[in-house]
Each structure stands twice: as C-alpha cells, then as structure tokens.
T-cell receptor, first 116, second 113 residues
C-alpha cells in the first residue's frame, strides 16, 4: 500500500507566523512519530503517539510546538510564532504492532520548513 | 538516556573498495540498534536492525553490521561498494521503554569512480 505521506513538501513562512504540517501514516499503523532534521542538531525526536494513549511530548523543544492526531490516523504538527531556528526538515514516521520497540519505523519524505 | 556517536562525518571511498562506517552507543539498558540510509533527495529507509539473537545482521544489498556489547558498537560494513551506495547513513538506537529513535549525526558515504 501507500507509504507515509506528508504535506506540504516545502513551506516558506515569515518569522512570527504559525504553520501546520500534516502527516498521513500507513493505514493500520498505530504508532506515529515526529522528528526534525536540521544542519545544526541532526535528527531529533519531537513527539510520539501510540493508539489512544497520551502522547510522549518529551522531545518538543518549546511550548510553541504542539501536535495532535485525529481518529488515530492523520497527525498535524503546529508551530506557533515561528522563529528562524525552526527552519528544518520535519519528518513523520509510523510503525505497526502498537509501536513495540524494534519495529521498523517507516518515514515520510518530510516537509522542508524555511522561516525567513 | 541513550546517545549515539558516529565517528566519521564524511567517508570517501573508491568503487569496489571495502568500507566501514563506525557507530558507538551509550545506554544504561539493553538497546535495539538500527542503520538507516538516506539517498539524495529521498526519505529515510531502514537498512538493517539488531533486536536480539545473532550479533551479525545483514541487509539485502550486501551491507552487514555486528553488535558488539563489550565495545558498545554497531559498525556497518560492506566488502565492495558501488556508486549507488552514495548516501548518508544514520545509526540509531531505541529501548524497550523508549520507543523513539535516538540518531547519530550521520555519515556521508561518497563512492568515487
């Protein structure tokens, strides 16, 4: 079936604006992860959703970042009052089997966010 | 908390030569280990993983990695590389309690003709 999809593929925004990034996981995958990839920080974990459990938000860098997952499927990552240091590629991944450690995470192509 | 160190940021190698990409990790608990590959302008793909059992794991395209618990390493090797292996390679760990991946900083492998 289809892989993980993300939209938009590219987003340019002005400093101070809010942005929403969307992730469609693989159908039936119960676990969903957000990561970001930047030149200065490499690949960093942001947030993890598992079924109907409360999300693990331990990787969110500030309270300007939030995410939700509706109906156990699509997820939206929102960044409020964007700053230049938020410029990065935001990656979404999903996995099956209730996100058991060791299960393969399938990554989407990412959204490249540029804050000017 | 876990951490991953990839000792080489760039590895240039000639086609058909062997290559080793180094990865060391730190963790107070047992870990699961992964190598992901990112080809130019593409997303991350799982190359191989170690969960338990045999310490030597192999991928379908000729890469292998060996889990060495005493040296806390999971180095990636290929006996003969191809131009098409040019990509960035990321080592990552997770644990039974921490399902998210902790990545190393990546190694850019460039295969030269």
């Amino acid at each position: 079936g289809a892989g993980v999809s993300q939209s938009p593929s590219n987003k340019v925004t002005e400093k101070g604006k809010d942005v929403e990034l969307r992730c469609d996981p693989i159908s039936g995958h119960t676990a969903l992860y957000w990561y970001r990839q930047s030149l200065g920080q490499g690949l960093e974990f942001l947030i993890y959703f598992q079924g109907n459990s409360a999300p693990d938000k331990s990787g969110l860098p500030s309270d300007r970042f939030s995410a939700e997952r509706t109906g156990g499927s699509v997820s939206t990552l929102t960044i409020q009052r964007t700053q230049q240091e938020d410029s990065a590629v935001y990656l979404c991944a999903s996995s099956s089997r209730k996100g058991a450690s060791g299960d393969e995470q399938y990554f989407g192509p990412g959204t490249r966010l540029t804050v000017t | 908390a876990q951490s991953v160190t990839q000792l080489d940021s760039q590895v240039p190698v000639f086609e058909e030569a062997p290559v080793e990409l180094r990865c060391n990790y730190s963790s107070s608990v047992s870990v699961y280990l992964f190598w992901y590959v990112q080809y130019p302008n593409q997303g991350l793909q799982l190359l191989l993983k170690y969960l338990s059992g045999s310490t030597l794991v192999e991928s379908i395209n000729g890469f292998e990695a060996e889990f060495n618990k005493s040296q806390t390493s999971f180095h990636l090797r290929k006996p003969s590389v191809h131009i098409s292996d040019t990509a960035e390679y990321f080592c990552a760990v997770s644990t039974r309690s921490a399902r998210q991946l902790t990545f190393g900083s990546g190694t850019q492998l460039t295969v030269l003709p």
